[in-house]
C-alpha cells in the first residue's frame, strides 16, 4: 500500500532524532564492547537515589528489581519500546490475530508493534499522523469522549456511521461512501475519507460489539475506497464470550488496519501501557512522534510489566484475562438485574457482550444533561450524560452511560434505585 497519502504534512516533516539514534541502547549493544560513547547526554544512573524494588504480585511471586535492572529502569530507553516487551507483545498479536500482514515486507505493511502511554497517547497520535484539518473522518457515534477530544482540534469534518447494538451498520457506511466515485478517492482534490475510527467490542458508551460479518463487511468498503481503519479496542480482552470475535488485524490483507491495544483494564490503568499494531511504515511515525514529545513510555513500568509477563507467558496472561472476565461478567449481570428490577419502564437498554458499560436510553426524557448534572447528583448518584460521547455535545441526548467496573453489586443496585426515582421525578 502507498502509504504517503494518508499522512499529514506535520507526521510527514517528522525526521529521526540524530541524538537519539546516537545513543539508542540497541546501537551501543550492535557495537563493539571496546567502543567508549561520550554521545549520550543520558544521565549516570550511579547518582539516583534509588537501589532496588521488589514487587509483590497476588500470585505469591515478585517482580525483582535488583541494583543492575533497577539503574536500566531509571534511565532513558528506546522510543518504540523495550526489546523484552516489544518481542512478547509482537508475539501475542501473532498468536491472537494471526495477521496477514505478520509475512509482508517491510515496505509493503509488514506488522509492527509500539509501545505508547496508554492507548490515549496512541489514539493522539496516530489521529495527529493521518487528520488534516478539513479532511472527512468516518466513526460511529456516540463514541468514546477522549476520542472527541482530540479530534475536534485538529478541524476535521467528522461524519457519523449510523450503528446499533451491533456496531456500524455496514449499509449505511456504503451509503454514506456512495457519495464518492471510488476510482477518483487517489485524485489529489478528493474529499472521499481516508481513515474509519471504530471501537469494535463492548463499545465505550455504548457497550456494542461488532460481528464478525459485519468486520468484514467495513473491511470489504475500506479496500474499495481505500481507507484505512482505526480499531480503538481496550475492551478486546472483556470479551464475555468465547471464542472471542475475529479482529480487523486478524483479516487485514492489506495493511490499513491500525489496532490500538491497552493494559488498563487487564493489568493496570495508573501504569499507562499502550499500544499501536499495525503497518511497519506508520508505526514508525508514530515513533518518530514520541521521540519528539515523551521520549518514551517509562522505562520503570515497561520492565515491570515485561517480567510480570515473561513469568505468566502466553498461557499464563490470558489466565489473567479469564478472571477479570469473570469479574465484569458478573458486575455486568449485577447491573443488568438492577436495570430490570429498577427501571423497567423508565428507560430501554442492550445487554453488553463486552466491556464495562451500559448505554440507558431514558424514556420521555429529550435531553439527560441537567437530569444527571444536577438532580442526579442531588440524589447522590453519578452517571454520564449521553451528550458528551456526541459528535455535537450541544445536541440534547436522552441516554445516559451507566460503568459497571467500580460499584459493588449493592451499590448498582442502590443507584439504579435512586435513578428511577429521579427520573419518575422528572416525569
Ligand atoms: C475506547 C477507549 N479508547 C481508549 C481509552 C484510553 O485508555 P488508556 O489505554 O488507559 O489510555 C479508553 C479509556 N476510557 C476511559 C478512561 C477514563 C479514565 C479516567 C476516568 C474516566 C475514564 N473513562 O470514563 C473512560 O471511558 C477508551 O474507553
Redesign the pocket.
Known amino acids: 500500500m502507498n502509504y504517503a497519502r494518508f499522512l499529514t504534512a506535520v507526521s510527514a516533516a517528522r525526521k529521526p532524532s540524530a541524538i537519539r539514534l546516537l545513543s539508542e541502547a540497541e546501537l551501543q549493544q550492535r557495537s563493539p564492547p571496546s567502543l567508549i560513547s561520550l554521545a549520550g547526554g543520558a544521565p549516570n544512573p550511579d547518582t539516583f537515589p534509588f537501589r532496588s524494588a521488589t514487587i509483590q504480585l497476588k500470585n505469591g511471586e515478585n517482580v525483582t528489581f535488583n541494583e543492575a535492572t533497577m539503574k536500566r529502569a531509571l534511565q532513558y530507553s528506546a522510543s518504540s519500546g523495550i526489546p523484552e516487551l516489544l518481542t512478547w507483545m509482537r508475539n501475542l498479536q501473532k498468536n491472537l490475530h494471526k495477521p496477514p500482514t505478520a509475512s509482508h515486507s517491510p515496505e509493503d505493511g509488514q506488522m509492527d508493534v509500539c509501545v505508547t502511554?496508554?492507548?490515549?497517547?496512541?489514539?493522539c497520535k496516530v489521529f495527529e499522523m493521518l487528520v488534516s484539518p478539513g479532511d472527512n473522518v468516518l466513526l460511529d457515534a456516540p463514541?468514546?469522549?477522549?476520542?472527541l477530544a482530540a479530534l475536534h482540534p485538529l478541524g476535521c469534518n467528522l461524519i457519523n456511521v449510523p450503528s446499533d447494538h451491533h456496531g456500524i451498520i455496514p449499509s449505511a457506511l456504503k451509503d454514506i461512501l456512495s457519495r464518492w466515485d471510488p476510482l477518483e478517492v487517489h485524485e489529489p482534490a478528493s474529499s472521499a475519507p481516508k481513515v474509519l475510527y471504530t471501537?469494535p467490542n463492548g463499545?465505550?458508551?455504548t457497550g456494542a460489539s461488532m460481528t464478525t460479518e459485519r468486520k468484514q463487511e467495513v473491511y470489504k468498503l475500506a479496500q474499495q475506497y481505500d481507507m484505512l481503519i482505526i480499531e480503538?479496542d481496550?475492551?478486546y480482552f472483556l470479551q464475555f464470550e468465547k471464542p472471542w470475535t475475529p479482529s480487523f488485524l486478524s483479516m487485514d490483507a492489506d495493511g490499513r488496519i491500525i489496532r490500538?491495544d491497552?493494559?488498563?483494564?487487564i493489568l493496570s490503568?495508573g501504569l499507562?501501557?499502550?499500544f499501536v499494531t499495525g503497518p511497519k511504515p506508520l508505526v514508525d511515525r508514530v515513533v518518530l512522534h514520541i521521540q519528539a514529545s515523551t521520549m518514551h513510555t517509562s522505562t520503570f513500568t515497561q520492565l515491570m510489566v515485561a517480567q510480570l509477563l515473561h513469568s505468566w507467558g502466553q498461557e499464563g496472561f490470558l489466565q489473567h484475562v479469564d478472571g477479570v472476565i469473570e469479574f465484569y461478567r458478573t458486575q455486568r449481570n449485577a447491573m443488568i438485574c438492577s436495570a430490570e428490577k429498577w427501571l423497567k419502564g423508565l428507560a430501554e437498554w442492550h445487554a453488553p457482550s463486552a466491556g464495562m458499560?451500559l448505554w440507558i436510553k431514558l424514556k420521555g426524557v429529550s435531553d439527560t444533561q441537567q437530569l444527571i448534572m444536577k438532580k442526579a447528583l442531588e440524589k447522590e448518584v453519578l452517571l454520564?450524560p449521553g451528550g458528551v460521547f456526541m459528535i455535537d455535545s450541544s445536541q440534547p441526548c436522552s441516554y445516559i452511560r451507566a460503568?459497571f467496573s467500580l460499584s459493588t453489586p449493592e451499590q448498582i443496585d442502590e443507584g439504579f434505585r435512586r435513578l428511577s426515582s429521579l427520573i419518575k421525578e422528572a416525569l
Request: no cysteine; glycine share 16%; charged share 15%.
Open positions: 502511554t496508554g492507548s490515549q497517547e496512541g489514539l463514541t468514546y469522549s477522549g476520542t471501537i463499545g465505550n458508551p480503538d481496550p475492551y490500538l491497552s493494559f488498563s483494564k490503568s499507562r501501557i499502550g458499560f454520564v460503568a
